[in-house]
């Protein structure tokens, strides 16, 4: 089993799950930039798609920040074990499709996934991948656009507390490469402090070898 099931009456939160998880937009978010000087010259040093590398990164982070890993499914709250990317690729003709690229640590086993799932994407008109699950952040690119804001289509007849996650363009600042970052969350499931443990991580793993 992926996943534990949290017990919401002796939860230590269960006061601010209930209080959010009735709002019609639960979602709060913010933007922030990192630095991604090392990875970026990581990528043109070792012929590496920054994308894969950056993506990778951040699973990880994800991964290692608990809040980021709850999901509402019905009734119930479940901390799911592993997290992996439903990450928007874009197709040779400009459209694109959702994908579902398993995390791993390994990186060039992580590599082979998000190829696997370009290529199927590039083949298949369909949006979705054969399988939609929950345990996944919604993960998209804008590398055209140096954002310092941004917001999400939300359909709200739909149960969704999966965390957005979206990087913009790089840029650089002070001798230094920066890249923007929103992260947007269900509020019944994470708070500021979730999201500050999150991009604190992120940028650790940006900067390591």
């Known amino acids: 089993m992926n996943y534990k099931v949290i017990d919401i009456d002796t939860w230590y939160r269960k006061e601010q799950y209930e209080f959010f998880r009735s709002f019609a937009e639960p979602f709060t978010g913010v933007v922030v930039e990192v630095n991604v000087a090392s990875l970026y010259d990581l990528a043109k040093s070792t012929s590496q798609s920054f994308f ?11 991964n290692q920040t608990r809040a980021l890993c709850l999901r509402i499914i019905g009734d119930e709250v479940l901390e799911y074990e592993t997290i992996d990317a439903s990450a928007v690729i874009m197709r040779s003709d400009r459209s694109f499709g959702f994908s579902l690229i398993q995390h791993t640590d390994d990186f060039s086993e992580f590599s082979r996934n998000v190829w696997d799932e370009k290529n199927r994407i590039e083949n298949d008109r369909s949006l979705f991948p054969p399988t939609n699950p929950t345990n996944v952040i919604h993960f998209s690119a804008m590398p055209w656009i140096k954002f310092t804001g941004l917001s999400h289509a939300r359909n709200y007849g739909t149960q969704d507390s999966c965390p957005k996650i979206s990087v913009g363009k790089v840029f650089e600042r002070g001798g230094e490469q920066l890249m923007p970052v929103s992260v947007h969350v269900h509020h019944a499931l994470v708070d500021g402090i979730d999201m500050a443990e999150f991009i604190q991580r992120y940028q650790e793993e940006l900067q390591k070898p």
């Not at 990164?57 to 994800?62: E, G, I």
């Open 52 to 62: 894969q590398l950056y993506l990778h990164r951040c699973l990880k982070a994800v």
